[in-house]
């Protein structure tokens, strides 16, 4: 950030009073611009066991698999941003989504809140961001060819508690640290 | 947004090349900057059946009672933030959070995500956007003064979790409309 979206003005970084971190504040108008992480909302779409995955027609990771997601817009709910990405990646529509897992990314300034959500009917097809949109059973999901990370993380915990019978609230974070990447669990309910 | 960030240039509204929506471009570099909401974490501290409340020392809703919390910074995990608030609020330090509810506010492009967590001890005081903080029964929250609907729908839900001697993750939304505000519970687990 160089320059004041509000007067055009020189940003200079600083410690606002009141304040402990250096923020862009403005040089001339004072006006503090604060950055703020992204949510990144998704959607697993079920039909009858199975679950609908989108390889994708854009990078990053173009031709890996994903279910629907992307950041959430101004004026939605997660909900909504959930439902609006299974419509545009998949042109699926989808019945009440229920959350699922929530995971943040700090090294990204993103937070991933994806949901579970009963496919409506059969008529989807590839949108604009996809190549192929196709159902998968929970033990063919294609592991190795995977977009993202929380991609995998929420399939993973979707097969173990599909094997346990009960599905909650599953929570996490993708760290990287020295050591590289690492999915640290967190507490969640019984 | 008048100016770019990046240049200084006029901005313009416009949709962007394979977008739906209208986007803040800068007419000279083109530049699109995006807006996306924020989230707030929050925290409550929970001690022997009670919880740890603050009393704002600042607007908005100076006076009213609310749980540590506040704007997730870069860098964070929502735990982190919720964890940080807390430190920052009421001087007290808790234990690993667990996630309790997420909230989408879409009126305000916020999504609030809040924490239950241990309090570790009782030394705590008020930081230096509160004047008080106490621990509470939740048979005497004072309801009548709390700061926010998301601070309220929390504790609701905190006292019928109490009652049925279960937490679980809980969701809804904060919408405003033509009628109000209302609550629009979210679909959850049993």
Redesign the interface.
């Known amino acids: 950030?160089?320059?004041?979206?509000?007067?055009?003005g020189p940003?200079v970084r600083e410690i606002p009073a009141?304040d402990t971190?250096l923020r862009f504040v403005c040089s001339v108008c004072r006006t503090i611009?604060?950055?703020?992480?992204?949510?990144v909302a998704g959607c697993v779409p079920e039909w009858q066991g199975k679950i609908l995955l989108c390889r994708r027609a854009i990078e990053p990771r173009l031709g890996r698999w994903t279910f629907p997601a992307g950041?959430?817009?101004?004026?939605?709910?997660?909900?909504?941003a959930a439902v609006r990405e299974t419509l545009e990646e998949a042109n699926a529509r989808v019945g009440?989504?229920?959350?699922y897992t929530?995971m943040?990314l700090?090294?990204m300034?993103q937070?991933h809140?994806m949901y579970r959500a009963p496919l409506l009917d059969l008529d989807f097809s590839p949108g604009?961001e996809s190549t192929e949109v196709e159902l998968f059973d929970p033990d063919s999901v294609p592991w190795q060819e995977l977009a993202f990370p929380t991609i995998h993380h929420t399939l993973a915990f979707y097969v173990e508690d599909l094997a346990l019978g009960k599905?909650?609230?599953r929570?996490g974070?993708v760290i990287r640290d020295a050591a590289g990447f690492r999915f640290r669990i967190?507490?969640?309910?019984k």
């Open positions: 950030m160089k320059f004041c979206a509000e007067c055009g940003i009141n971190r611009h604060y950055e703020n992480p992204r949510v950041f959430m817009e101004m004026g939605e709910t997660t909900v909504e009440e989504p229920e959350l929530v943040s700090p090294h300034d937070v809140m604009s599905f909650r609230v929570t974070d967190g507490k969640q309910y």
